[in-house]
């Protein structure tokens, strides 16, 4: 990627454009790794997993030492138990049992995928910065209308605010809440799959300092 691309549309608190607004270096990788990418989505959604699966094996149903029928004259054939997977309502054979999904994956690997899928997305020229969050004052018709002047209203959006739980941000916040397709998250939720799943990423300018401190310390 190269140094031109290294910076995006600017707007004011209302939605009004701007002009453009460098993007951090640090925070853009000059290669775009797909493999770290799959990786860290991959990562993201075994660790959603809840892996609560069970199934019932012979040892845990009750019942099944007696006989169900005799051994002949039935026209069946033979059984010893009620609860043999051969039978409706019996066991189940090699079925799921609880267990973990999840892997390691190192900073310097998580590091690498955010960078790649902030590149993605300069690329594909989808990240726009809003100056301030004083438009928006808590009220869901404040954030359509921001959306709307943006040109990203219904489409689905990640918005990036400061990790400072400010009045200001807290109301900013608010205001997303009702919007369906809109996910909110502070600089430090900011992941590989939220990233790479939304159609434009609306990032608050001054969450962009903090953006390239976190990737700086290598950090998921």
Same mark, same amino acid.
Request: hydrophobic share 40%.
């Given at each position: ?9 600017? +707007? ?12 951090? %270096? ?19 959604? %075994? ?17 099944? &030492?007696?006989? @169900? ?15 043999? @997977? ?9 079925? @799921?049992?609880?267990?973990? +999904? ?14 790649? &899928? ?40 990640? =918005? ?26 502070? =600089? ?24 390239? %401190?976190? =990737? ?5």
């Amino acid at each position: 990627m190269t140094s031109e691309v290294l910076s995006t549309k600017l +707007y004011d608190a209302s939605g009004k454009e701007k002009g453009s607004v460098a993007l951090p %270096a640090s925070l853009v990788s000059s290669v775009v790794k797909s493999e770290l990418v799959h990786s860290a989505i991959r990562w993201q959604r %075994a660790k959603r997993r809840a892996g609560t699966h069970d199934v019932l094996t012979r040892s845990e149903i009750k019942g099944g &030492a007696k006989k @169900p029928f005799k051994q002949k004259g039935t026209g069946n054939a033979r059984a010893g138990s009620s609860v043999s @997977p051969l039978m409706v309502g019996g066991a189940v054979v090699h079925g @799921p049992t609880p267990r973990k +999904y999840d892997f390691r994956l190192s900073k310097k690997m998580k590091k690498g995928a955010l960078t790649s &899928a902030f590149a993605v997305k300069v690329g594909q020229e989808s990240i726009l910065v809003v100056e301030a969050m004083t438009g928006v004052t808590g009220k869901t018709k404040d954030a359509a209308t921001l959306l709307e002047k943006l040109g990203v209203a219904g489409q689905k959006v990640m =918005v990036i605010v400061p990790n400072e739980a400010t009045e200001e941000r807290n109301k900013f916040v608010l205001s997303f809440r009702n919007i369906p397709r809109v996910t909110v998250v502070p =600089v430090a939720g900011v992941n590989v799959y939220d990233l790479i799943n939304s159609k434009k990423v609306v990032c608050v300018s001054a969450a962009l300092s903090e953006l390239e %401190a976190r =990737v700086g310390k290598a950090g998921e």
